[in-house]
C-alpha cells in the first residue's frame, strides 16, 4: 500500500521548504519579483532537464517495461475507483513512464479517460476525453491527442515528471502548462505526478509558480505524498 511520507530531522539540509507564493498576489503583498533568482533558476532547470532525460532515455527497454507495471500497480491503489471519476493520463514521449497498457484497463473497468491538450502558448491545457477508439491527430512535439471528442474537466491529473524533490515538487518540461492549469482549477483534481526514480533530485528550487503534486509515484520506491496538500 501507499505510504505517507514521514517527516525527516534533516530535511532542511538538502530541500527547500514548499513554497506556496503561488496563492497570493505578489504585487498587492508588495513584494517585488526576484528576476535574478528566476533566470539563475531557469538556466539551472535546463541543464539539469537536459541530463534528466538523456539518462532516462539510456534505460533499457525492458527496465521501463518493468517500471511501468510498478508504477500502474501503485496507481491502482491511489486513483479512486468512484463510478464518473475523470483521469487525465498522457501520452508517453522521450522516455516517460508509458502507462497505455494501465489506461486501457482503467477504461474498461469504467474511468474516464482524458489526455491534455496545448492550445497556445502561455495558456492553461484543457482535456479531452480519450476512449480506444477516439480519433487522434499530432500536437504538439508531434504528441498523439483526441482530435475531436468532448472536453472534460478531470476529477485526477496524472503529470510526467523530468525530475522531482523531496517536497513533492515537480520539474517538467518548462512550459509552465502543468503549473497554470492547476492555478486555474476549482476545485483543484488529485495531482499524481508519474517518472523514473533517476528523476529524484534534492530540490527543483521551487518559485512562486510552482505546484506541488499530491503524490509522486515512480514504482521503485513506495508513493510519497506531499506533507501539504495544494489548495
Not at 539563475?40 to 532547470?45: E, M, N, Y
Request: with cysteine.
Amino acid at each position: 500500500m501507499p505510504n505517507r511520507r514521514d517527516d525527516d530531522d534533516d530535511r532542511g539540509l538538502y530541500s527547500s521548504p514548499p513554497c506556496f507564493m503561488h496563492e497570493i498576489d505578489q504585487t498587492q503583498a508588495g513584494i517585488p519579483p526576484d528576476a535574478t533568482q528566476a533566470r539563475d533558476v531557469a538556466h539551472w532547470r535546463k541543464a539539469e532537464r537536459e541530463r534528466l532525460i538523456s539518462a532516462r532515455l539510456a534505460l533499457p527497454a525492458s527496465d521501463r517495461k518493468t517500471q511501468a507495471q510498478r508504477v500502474a500497480r501503485d496507481l491502482d491503489a491511489i486513483v479512486p475507483r468512484v463510478a464518473g471519476t475523470i483521469v487525465s493520463l498522457y501520452w508517453p514521449f522521450r522516455g516517460e513512464v508509458d502507462l497505455r497498457p494501465w489506461m486501457d484497463k482503467a477504461h474498461a473497468a469504467g474511468l474516464r479517460i482524458a489526455l491534455p491538450i496545448v492550445v497556445a502558448k502561455g495558456q492553461p491545457l484543457v482535456f479531452r476525453e480519450w476512449t480506444p477508439n477516439v480519433r487522434l491527430e499530432r500536437g504538439i512535439w508531434n504528441i498523439l491527442q483526441p482530435a475531436d471528442s468532448a472536453q472534460v474537466v478531470p476529477n485526477v491529473v496524472i503529470a510526467p515528471l523530468v525530475g522531482f524533490d523531496p517536497d513533492c515538487y515537480r520539474l517538467g518540461y518548462g512550459g509552465g502548462f502543468f503549473d497554470r492549469t492547476l492555478a486555474a482549477s476549482s476545485p483543484r483534481p488529485l495531482v499524481i505526478g508519474v517518472g523514473h526514480e533517476i528523476g529524484a533530485i534534492s530540490t527543483i528550487y521551487p518559485q512562486p509558480h510552482d505546484i506541488p503534486m499530491n503524490w509522486i509515484v515512480t514504482g521503485t520506491q513506495a508513493p510519497k505524498q506531499a506533507q501539504r496538500a495544494p489548495a
